[in-house]
């Protein structure tokens, strides 16, 4: 197989897995919550061929010396991108929307082998279940059933409540038939601090790397300013315009490669006919 084959095919590869990128960002532009990502390319191994050792017939050039001949491509990550999505209302209680896009909620996930680790999400429909052994408190939930974490641990809210509020620094209050009002703590949210240690956990969330410290890339957050906007949701950062671009942008560069190789093949085959 040649050199053109080689980087070609290569190439290809990596442009599959950038077209996987870009339609997981487009499936998700209506999921509430959803970061898009960028994949980034990195060369791979170039040489540099000396097809002119005779100096003296080099003199006056004016290009650099030698042939350079690379490898073809390789993605080298994919960057979480954390701007800021569109913010819509929707009048429910319970739906809470972040104002600062490095913030997220923190969830308590309990895993198969009885572990509990805290993941981190923007997505904030919240829902109330009851507390196994405690009919009389509701505790603050995902959609799923995993625990929204406070500061002081589980949100936890006395059961038959007639509304629930959320103000702009996380604190949770509700109030009962009888008019009295119970607090019920206060969100605690987590600032990413380097968005590449986290990596996808399935259900739009996210997770610290295994053998990273969390403080590496999450620090806890100062809740001394509006950060909440309860009754909304915020909408996926997906400029669907923008992936579209590149997703035609992609199919051209695979195109081309997937031409490259077939155009080597018919060289090989005009070479291996010759007599």
Known sequence: MNRSMITASVSMGQLQRQLDTISNNLSNSNTYGFKRRNVQFADLLVQEMNNQPNRKAEEGRLTPDGIRLGSGARVSGTALRLEQGGVVETGRALDVALLNPNVMFQIAKRLENNVEIIEYTREGSFY???????????????????????????????????????SGNGTIQAKMPDGTVV?????ALAEVV????????GDNRFRVEPGTAVGQAIAQVEQDEALIQQGALEQSNVNV???MTQLLTTQRSYQMNARAVTMADQMMGLVNTIR
């Open 183 to 187: 607090d019920a703590g206060r969100l």
């Open 241 to 243: 315009a923008h992936e």
């Open 194 to 201: 380097r968005p590449q240690l986290l990596e996808s956990s």
């Open 128 to 166: 109330v279940t009851p507390v196994e052994g405690n009919p009389d408190q509701l505790q603050l939930t995902a959609a799923n059933g995993d625990r929204i974490m406070g500061e002081d641990g589980p949100i936890e809210v006395p059961a038959g409540f007639d509304s629930i509020s959320i």
